[in-house]
């Protein structure tokens, strides 16, 4: 599969308790002093780049530059669809240039909110649908989460996802702490406690952490992201800058954007993402996006920028972005059960299509996959999963990575001009678990 843009580069952590953002540099963004052949005097559109917003560091060094990626630049095994040579830390495929950066936040001393009005205003008078209600029912069942390990400190956010202790937050919020390092969570009314990581999924950039011995926590409410609507309006919670108890509002600006999660365990993939316009910044990551009723639909957990000078920490332009909770439902089952995650394979390797055709153009089939099982072959174009249209080699990756294995979907091909469907059962992937 063809990289839609320059691999991501992570801007280093800052000495403030900040989200740190790998950026992305913007693809068609001019190099300064390079000369401008007239003939290519179109009009310049301003180029932006997604970036994971990463757990907010205080004194980590600067991160490493991942390995050059290859020259073709090609996607194999989609479903298993390892992305090779994107820094870790950074999400950001498909949207031309500029910078995506993963939000977490390092900060001191958490701030609470009062359970028992929100701005001054009794809950009791806020009417159901506004954000406002939404605001304390969710706020009590959002986290702040502060990591320290060999490599820095820091801190991002959590959901509460069970009464017994369970959180749901970004992979690249807890990593930090994983090989003897320590996690705490603070909560709401400011009272806080150690944690300990259950489970770990670099790929999807989830993680699920557990507190004990805590009374009286409210879990979240789920709801269902296949179910959110373009133009809806969504309330982002979390712990920006260390700002604990944060509440943002926007709408969903689209579905199904493919973003590249990163991780420090150089562990990429692509990945279905919401995006929204609702204020994300460092330190939002991990935290929840809701609806309207105060369901949880995504979880924060990266944003674009149009860039930022070596060291310069990013805020929100207006472009953050969201795992989907359906996704990340299964895959944080997965690891409360097991402490790791399967992921689906296809068993293709592909690249955009350049025809007048749009999407992914098979280049190899792997021998007893369910791609051959199906009967796909090369230079077949797939064109949509389900009923997500594919138009990159990306948006394939993406959509076979957010199913969950065992999902049986329909794939449509194009071959010699004629369109095809075939029904495909996705295997799980053992090789990644």
Known sequence: MVFSQAPLRRVPHHGSMTDTHPTVPLPNEPESGAPTDPADAAPYTAPTTTVPLPPQNLWAPP???????KADGRRSGIGVVLVTSLLAGALGAGLGAGAVIATDDNTTTPTTTTAGEVGGVSTTTLPNGSVARVADTVLPSV?????????????????????????????????????????????????????EIV???PSADIAVIRVDGVDNLQAVKLGSSADLQVGETVVAIGSPLGLSGTVTTGIVSAKNRPVLPGSTAG???????????????????????VNLKGELVGVNSAIATLGASSGAQSGSIGLGFAIPIDQAKWISDQLIENGSAQHARLGVSVESATGEVRGATVKTVESGSTADDIGLEVDDVITGFDTQAIDSA????????????????????????????????LVADTTTS
């Not at 991160?63 to 990626?69: I, V």
């Not at 009464?163 to 009272?191: P, Y």
């Not at 993939?269 to 330190?283: C, M």
């Open 267 to 289: 562990d990429e993939s692509v990945l279905n993402a919401i995006q929204t316009d609702a204020a994300i910044n460092p330190g939002n990551s991990g935290g929840a996006l």
């Open 143 to 195: 986290v702040s989460i502060q990591f320290s390990g060999a490599q820095g400190a820091g801190s991002g956010s959590g959901i509460i996802i069970d009464q017994s202790g369970l959180i749901l937050t970004n992979n690249h919020v807890v990593e930090g702490a994983a090989d003897g390092g320590s996690l705490s969570v603070a909560f709401q009314d400011g009272t806080s406690t150690s944690a």
């Open 394 to 425: 990306d948006s394939l990756v993406a959509a076979v990575r957010s199913a969950e294995p065992g999902t049986t979907v329909t794939i449509s091909v194009v071959r010699g001009g004629d369109t095809k469907t075939m029904d495909a059962t």
């Open 63 to 69: 991160a490493p530059q991942g390995p050059p990626a």
């Open 199 to 201: 489970g770990r999924d």
